[in-house]
């Protein structure tokens, strides 16, 4: 009964080929959440999949419905051994983004795991099934090295609507708070900084997406007749687009920014480097963005305004006529400290106030939260002496993800510590054709499991 035979058990779990054929098991089932079809494929993979592999594991599972009806289903297993004990609750979800079978490089299918060296292609092997797959599993050498026992006790959520924004997550959270009751959240989402450095992040970005649609007139008028009299709708909605974001990409209405970056956070930042995780990643350019602020500091502790998507007239097969419409898909992505909730009256008294009064502003959707777990919070530097005494290396500490995952339903609904340690890479291609994991990260994120849930079962009863 040793740390060391949990960490054994975890790597015979990989080089044994057992976590590739649970993984792959995974794979086959075709969980797009994205798809309205699937939805007998994402209850499946709750009842007929991760419910019996936690049965042999001792867990108790109930499959509720979704509290927004149509939306998918979700899963509360439970592993209680004392009731004095820690609790840890588990987070990951089984939805996959679309296969886009036909973009696959040949030889390649998203529905079936193929190897090539270090990389398993398959969709969901990174995002998220392998990860969650891999928390599970080690769980189970946990528990085989301790003779059965895990010393603390485990509930999992495991959700089937993620990659749709997660819709009833938090309802759910809220209508079973008593059941997710835990002492902090461990789950693993979004990549590694880089595929050498185990991470640990501490929450992430918020996300609000909006429309900007202009109506001028019905229909198109020729240009060399109309010309100079009628106003370009895309003209107007590029320099409305202008007004509130300069060509450097410097965010330039302050309603928009966060109030501060804290002084821990900074602090934190100092120590990430980012250098290219593979030779198809974009050189970063350096000179875009908050002036003042590093790299770093702009992906991680600061607020992006992008355009994700520009349309006018006909792109594919322009003519020669003045388009009646624009239209621009843009989205914030955000950290804490930043004002959500008056984004976009903030954008539309700006417009009304600078002439773009007749652009209408649209939110997409709710907003995400950002979040983010406090950097002198005591579970953090238990988390990273953990991942040290495992692998020898020192952890790379993000206060928060550049993404946008649902950590503010765990942080702020459910009042919990939250440890995000993700088992992927940058350059994984998740959401993209050839989505894949990284063998070395998949052998290496069982063995900082067992140690972190090894050593979580050492902390003993808790204090009163």
Known sequence: MTRASALQHATEVFDSGHFLAVL???????TESQESNRQPELLAYLS????????????????????IEGAAPLLLATRIEQQDAPTVLLY?????VRGYDEQWQEGLSPWSIVTDQDKWYGRGTADNKGQHLINILALQSTIKARNKQLGFNVKLLLEMGEEVGSPGLQAFCEQHREALAADLLIASDGPRLSASQPTLFLGSRGALNFDLKIHARDGAHHSGNWGG??????TVLANAIASLIDEQGRIKLAELKPSHIPEAVRLALQKIELTPNSPNDPPIDVDWGEPGLTPVERVFGWNTLEVLAFQTGNPKNPVNAIPGNASAHCQIRFVPHSAPEQFITAIEQHFQANGFGMIEVVQAGEHVNASRLDLGNEWVEWALASIYNTTGQE????PNLGGTIPNGVFSDTLSL?????????PACSQHAPNEHLLAPIARQGLQIMSGIFWDLGEIGPRKN
Do not use: C, K, M
Request: proline share 14%.
């Open 229 to 234: 009299l009628l106003r370009n709708p895309g």
């Open 92 to 96: 990951g979800h089984g939805d996959v």
């Open 48 to 67: 007929t999949f991760i419910a019996p592999l936690l049965a042999r594991l001792g867990f108790e599972t109930t499959i509720y419905p979704n509290p």
């Open 395 to 398: 952890p790379a500490l993000l």
């Open 417 to 425: 510590p939250t440890l995000w340690i993700p088992h992927s890479y």
């Open 24 to 30: 792959s098991e995974s794979v086959t089932q075709r």
